[in-house]
RNA sequence: GGUCCCAUAGCUCAGUUGGAUAGAGCACCUGACUUCUAAUCAGGCGGUCGCAGGUUCGAGUCCUGCUGGGAUCACCA
């Protein structure tokens, strides 16, 4: 009688640590939990399935650890039904689980195409990722960002919960009307229709003539007699020089190592005073109280704030093409959201919740009227609320949209997935809706994640040195296509089914290459690299689905898993391969309450390691014997079905063929 | 100056609650397609787990200090 899923999965682990908590017992008198005894997977190189750690009982038992392996082991051996053999090495007792045990519990989920998932847990979360500003395309930061936000998701709708997908779209604000004021100005009408450009690329295209045109204009300033002015009237200023005289040497003495390291010219002359004022010290007060430009861009900045009509027809004609273009990249990559929240409906919320607060005692005001709260109890600052004018500042519209999504949803969970710069405001505004007393407060989660790197450096807008999404996928897939040409494996199929697995494989690339990676961990993109498909790659991982899917087919009128239950002894890869997929529920729930996609990942590529050395060392379809042959076919079926559902928590299709 | 994150092979990364001789891929070298898809497999080469202490039967993993890299400490978002 096959064991229903849920009750074999999480058992052999436990049923194993119950026989040596009682034999410990039993054997020794030593008294301890079940939960407590130390089981990890045998060793490759060892013979066995789960491995004991005798050592916390030598004390206790005052002898040798392998005299306590062996007895433990004989004991187990006799008292365990499952457990069929054992040996000791070093002292390590290494357990031999019974094939009929493998056996039964493959025959269990072989033909469950969800195997892995959890039942519906009845708690609802939130996920927020992407985000994105409507001034620029999105780049290679974005992917990360929206690949991490779209596979927990999914792990977490995998782990049970309900799951609503959900993006801040930035806009409004300055950025916005710097993309506005230059087509204003340089546009001459032009629209993306009829440039033939992205909306986004074509509105990000005017934000990059604002910065230029913005740029000039503040040289040519810096030369005049009012630049000059401005920098040596700062020049008096002791402190100020001394400060920046510090930061300047640690800059330049980084730089210098940085270029020794990598073999590139250090230029002294880029770090001079002088540069260093107009550069950090100065440009925003320039911007914002000298500059022409500048002077415009906030006019209308505020033109838009008081509602003025022909503004708000432009921002929304320039957002109209930007949303254009993201829509494209998303569906590309894959990607939807359940609702959309835009800052310019957000951005006064939150002011409630401070008089609110205020009321309460949990913020405090200053004589100029603004409000703070003070955090230094929890090991952060004071952080301001409401500025002195009475007009809201970030964290104050991130309380009031948290607490609009809790109206909108009820969620009892809420991750943002934000670039790990912002791991301060997220720990003041987690804090500051705990102490609001907000109910989902115990359930806010930050999933930061580290910049993307390129092997030349950082990506720098200003250095164009920056990705871009669009192009990026363009070359994956390109490469994809030049890869399934040389192999002509695919000819057989319509052209749009051809290009319907390009895709699916030359995204796997990419996906697979970022999503590898640990969130918290910086990455280096290497273009090179992530359009490789040979070794760790999603590719790899796809071809050993595809090669289940080839022997199934080649089966076809053949396919008999009746056999199954006479084959045996199972060889050693085959009871590896089990033992994986017997560990793969534990792991979408381990990667739900970490956030963390990257082990997924890691597990797809380890299994389909493994079947592709299955596949290699055992003939399927030629097996020694008909139960065999069963026994082998369903395995296959097995290992397809969960790298389909792990890689799809990535957010990565599976072809039937490539 | 305060706080936080990171450091493992030439490069990119894994490494379960502390467990055996620290693993993959790329690159480089050698071998395997008459055989279920070679986007594959097998073998070789490659390590002071940043440094120094500490806890432990046992430390890449936990604690402390230090070094290096990154971030942050706005009436910006």
């Given at each position: 009688?096959?064991?229903?899923?849920?009750?074999?999965?999480?058992?052999?682990?436990?049923?194993?640590?119950?026989?040596?908590?009682?034999?410990?017992?039993?054997?020794?008198?030593i008294e301890?939990?079940?939960?407590?005894?130390?089981?990890?997977?045998t060793?490759?190189?060892?013979?066995?399935?789960?491995?004991?750690?005798?050592?916390?009982?030598?004390?206790?038992?005052?002898?040798?650890?392998?005299?306590?392996?062996?007895?433990l082991?004989?004991?187990?051996?006799?008292?365990?039904?499952?457990?069929?053999?054992?040996?000791?090495?070093?002292?390590?007792?290494?357990?031999?689980?019974?094939d009929?045990y493998w056996?039964?519990f493959?025959?269990?989920?072989?033909?469950?195409?969800?195997?892995?998932?959890?039942p519906?847990?009845?708690?609802?979360?939130?996920?927020?990722?992407?985000?994105?500003?409507?001034?620029?395309?999105?780049?290679?930061?974005?992917?990360?960002?929206?690949?991490?936000?779209?596979?927990?998701?999914?792990?977490?709708?995998?782990?049970?919960?309900?799951?609503?997908?959900?993006?801040?779209?930035?806009?409004?604000g300055?950025?916005?009307c710097?993309?506005?004021?230059?087509?204003?100005?340089?546009?001459?009408?032009?629209?993306p229709?009829t440039?033939?450009?992205?909306?986004?690329?074509?509105?990000?295209s005017?934000?990059?003539?604002?910065?230029?045109?913005?740029?000039?204009?503040?040289?040519?300033?810096?030369?005049?007699?009012a630049?000059?002015?401005?920098?040596?009237?700062?020049?008096?200023?002791?402190?100020?020089?001394?400060?920046?005289?510090?930061?300047?040497?640690?800059a330049?003495?980084?730089?210098?190592?940085?270029?020794?390291?990598?073999?590139?010219?250090?230029?002294?002359?880029?770090?001079?005073?002088?540069?260093?004022?107009?550069?950090?010290?100065?440009?925003?007060?320039?911007?914002?109280?000298?500059?022409?430009?500048g002077?415009?861009a906030k006019?209308?900045?505020?033109?838009?704030?008081?509602?003025?009509?022909?503004?708000?027809?432009?921002?929304?004609?320039?957002?109209?093409?930007?949303?254009?273009?993201?829509?494209?990249?998303?569906?590309?990559?894959?990607?939807?959201?359940?609702?959309?929240?835009?800052?310019?409906?957000?951005?006064l919320?939150?002011?409630?919740?401070?008089t609110?607060?205020?009321?309460?005692?949990?913020?405090?005001q200053?004589?100029?009227?603004?409000?703070?709260?003070?955090l230094?109890?929890?090991?952060l600052?004071?952080?301001?609320?409401?500025?002195?004018d009475?007009?809201?500042?970030?964290?104050?519209?991130?309380?009031?949209?948290?607490q609009?999504?809790y109206?909108?949803?009820?969620?009892?969970?809420?991750?943002y997935?934000?670039?790990?710069?912002?791991?301060?405001?997220?720990?003041?505004?987690?804090?500051?809706?705990?102490?609001?007393?907000?109910?989902?407060?115990?359930?806010l989660?930050?999933?930061?994640?580290?910049?993307?790197?390129?092997?030349?450096?950082?990506?720098?807008?200003?250095?164009?040195?920056?990705?871009?999404?669009?192009?990026l996928?363009?070359?994956?897939v390109?490469?994809?296509?030049?890869?399934?040409?040389e192999?002509?494996?695919?000819?057989a199929?319509?052209?749009?089914e051809q290009?319907?697995?390009?895709?699916?494989?030359?995204?796997?690339?990419?996906k697979?290459f970022?999503?590898?990676?640990?969130?918290?961990?910086?990455?280096?993109?290497?273009?090179?690299?992530?359009?490789?498909?040979?070794?760790?790659?999603g590719?790899?991982?796809?071809?050993?689905?595809?090669?289940?899917?080839?022997?199934?087919?080649?089966?076809?009128?053949?396919?008999?898993?009746?056999?199954?239950?006479?084959?045996?002894?199972?060889?050693?890869?085959?009871?590896?391969?089990?033992?994986?997929?017997?560990?793969?529920?534990?792991?979408?729930?381990?990667a739900?309450?970490?956030?963390?996609?990257?082990?997924?990942?890691?597990?797809?590529?380890?299994?389909?390691?493994?079947?592709?050395?299955?596949?290699?060392?055992?003939?399927?379809?030629?097996?020694?014997?008909?139960?065999?042959?069963?026994?082998?076919?369903m395995?296959?079926?097995?290992?397809?079905?969960?790298?389909?559902?792990?890689?799809?928590?990535?957010?990565?299709?599976?072809?039937?063929?490539?």
């Open positions: 009688m096959p064991l229903r899923k849920d009750q074999i999965h999480m058992t052999i682990i436990q049923t194993i640590q119950e026989g040596v908590a009682q034999a410990v017992k039993a054997l020794y008198g301890m939990p079940a939960e407590k005894v130390t089981l990890t997977p060793r490759k190189e060892f013979e066995g399935d789960y491995t004991v750690v005798v050592f916390p009982f030598t004390k206790a038992a005052r002898k040798k650890p392998d005299q306590i392996g062996e007895e082991g004989a004991y187990l051996a006799d008292a365990v039904q499952e457990v069929s053999g054992f040996n000791v090495i070093k002292g390590f007792l290494n357990l031999v689980v019974n009929a056996s039964a493959l025959e269990g989920i072989y033909q469950d195409k969800g195997y892995g998932r959890h519906a847990n009845g708690q609802k979360v939130m996920v927020e990722f992407s985000s994105p500003n409507t001034n620029k395309p999105l780049h290679l930061g974005h992917i990360r960002n929206i690949l991490l936000g779209w596979s927990t998701a999914q792990i977490l709708d995998a782990a049970g919960y309900e799951v609503v997908k959900v993006q801040v779209v930035n806009d409004r300055i950025a916005i710097k993309s506005m004021l230059a087509w204003q100005e340089y546009g001459n009408g032009a629209t229709a440039t033939g450009k992205k909306g986004d690329h074509f509105v990000g005017f934000y990059v003539l604002f910065e230029q045109k913005f740029q000039e204009e503040y040289k040519a300033w810096q030369q005049s007699e630049g000059q002015e401005a920098f040596s009237q700062w020049k008096r200023d002791e402190k100020a020089v001394a400060k920046a005289e510090k930061a300047i040497a640690e330049a003495r980084k730089a210098e190592g940085k270029a020794e390291r990598e073999g590139k010219t250090f230029d002294p002359a880029d770090f001079t005073l002088e540069k260093h004022f107009f550069g950090s010290v100065f440009k925003n007060t320039y911007f914002n109280a000298h500059s022409a430009l002077q415009k006019a209308m900045l505020l033109a838009w704030e008081a509602g003025d009509k022909e503004v708000l027809t432009l921002w929304s004609t320039m957002n109209g093409w930007v949303y254009e273009g993201f829509d494209q990249t998303y569906a590309k990559l894959g990607v939807s959201f359940d609702k959309l929240y835009f800052e310019s409906n957000t951005y919320l939150g002011k409630d919740a401070i609110e607060g205020l009321g309460k005692g949990i913020f405090y200053k004589a100029d009227g603004s409000v703070w709260i003070d230094t109890d929890a090991k600052d004071h952080k301001l609320v409401l500025r002195s009475g007009t809201s500042v970030y964290i104050t519209q991130d309380i009031g949209t948290a609009e999504r109206k909108d949803f009820g969620v009892d969970k809420m991750v997935v934000v670039a790990d710069e912002q791991d301060y405001h997220f720990q003041v505004l987690f804090e500051t809706l705990k102490r609001l007393g907000e109910p989902y407060a115990a359930g989660h930050h999933l930061s994640y580290g910049m993307v790197d390129l092997p030349s450096g950082k990506m720098k807008s200003r250095e164009g040195t920056v990705v871009d999404a669009d192009d996928v363009a070359e994956v390109s490469e994809a296509r030049a890869n399934a040409q192999r002509d494996t695919l000819s199929l319509s052209k749009a290009e319907e697995i390009i895709s699916q494989v030359g995204l796997s690339a990419l697979f970022i999503i590898k990676v640990q969130p918290q961990k910086r990455m280096t993109f290497d273009p090179k690299e992530s359009v490789d498909m040979q070794g760790q790659t590719p790899y991982v796809q071809n050993a689905y595809v090669r289940v899917q080839s022997v199934l087919r080649k089966a076809a009128g053949g396919v008999d898993f009746g056999g199954a239950k006479a084959y045996g002894p199972l060889a050693n890869i085959e009871r590896e391969l089990i033992g994986q997929l017997y560990a793969f529920p534990a792991l979408i729930q381990e739900a309450e970490s956030y963390d996609p990257s082990g997924i990942a890691n597990f797809c590529y380890d299994l389909a390691k493994n079947y592709h050395r299955f596949y290699h060392d055992h003939s399927i379809l030629n097996a020694e014997s008909a139960a065999a042959k069963s026994f082998r076919l395995l296959s079926q097995a290992v397809a079905n969960t790298l389909r559902t792990g890689m799809n928590l990535l957010g990565i299709e599976m072809p039937e063929r490539m």
